[in-house]
């Protein structure tokens, strides 16, 4: 038997005995990953960062069809606070928006709210500075809401479905229980529960590691 065989199979069975450790704890066990600041940008925010024509390049791809590019950026608060090498996550969108942490937020001097991607209505306003121009979102920049990914596959078996709400649990030496955390669903996605590196942190979790659905009473 070939060595990356061997490790396929290890990687099946060392899965399989954690979700049946979930599953004897009273909950579906989901892998994290850590979502560091990032902004999504239109196709003419794109070009008004980077020149007429510019098409983002990738860098390493990521679920649901989207991509970390090469490119980065710096993004301004309103008190001229500056984050710079910030990631542009591609494809382009219909809407420009930056992700930050609360954190970030503060270090910004920018009021965030905490939303689900996409929801920027009423959003904090943010400047985002390119090589070749500087663009201004009056509403834009908010810190994600708390969610886990999951395909059809996933959701069934963990007995919830998209929209629902659910808490997680960290079973590490904090203990720690996210509350409030979304159910998204969709073929193209992969198990994973994003939290930002706030709450990472605080709970001394990393990517990688793995939390738990907590049952509803």
Do not use: W
């Not at 810190?143 to 007995?159: E, Q």
């Amino acid at each position: 038997m070939e060595n990356k065989d061997i490790a396929m199979i290890t990687k099946l069975v060392l899965e399989t005995i954690e979700k049946q450790k979930g599953s004897e704890n009273g909950g579906y066990m989901v892998p994290v990953g850590v979502s560091a600041r990032h902004v999504h940008l239109t196709q003419e925010h794109v070009e008004a960062l980077f020149g007429e024509g510019y098409q983002l390049t990738k860098k390493k791809e990521l679920m649901g069809g989207q991509y970390a590019s090469n490119e980065t950026v710096t993004i301004v608060g309103i008190k001229l606070r500056a984050i710079e090498n910030v990631r542009i996550l591609g494809p382009v969108r219909s809407k420009s928006q930056v992700e930050v942490s609360a954190t970030d937020a503060i270090r910004l001097g920018v009021k965030a709210p905490i939303r689900e991607s996409g929801n920027i209505a009423g959003s904090a306003p943010i400047a985002v500075v390119g090589p070749k121009g500087v663009i201004y979102l009056k509403e834009g920049c908010i810190i994600a809401k708390r969610h886990i990914h999951m395909a059809p596959k996933d959701a069934s078996a963990a007995g919830v479905h998209d929209g629902d709400i659910v808490s997680v649990k960290a079973d590490n030496e904090r203990g720690t229980v996210f509350n409030h955390v979304q159910i998204r669903v969709d073929d193209s996605f992969t198990l994973e529960m994003h939290i930002d590196t706030d709450e990472a942190n605080a709970a001394k979790i990393a990517t990688g590691d793995t939390v738990r659905i907590m049952p509803c009473s």
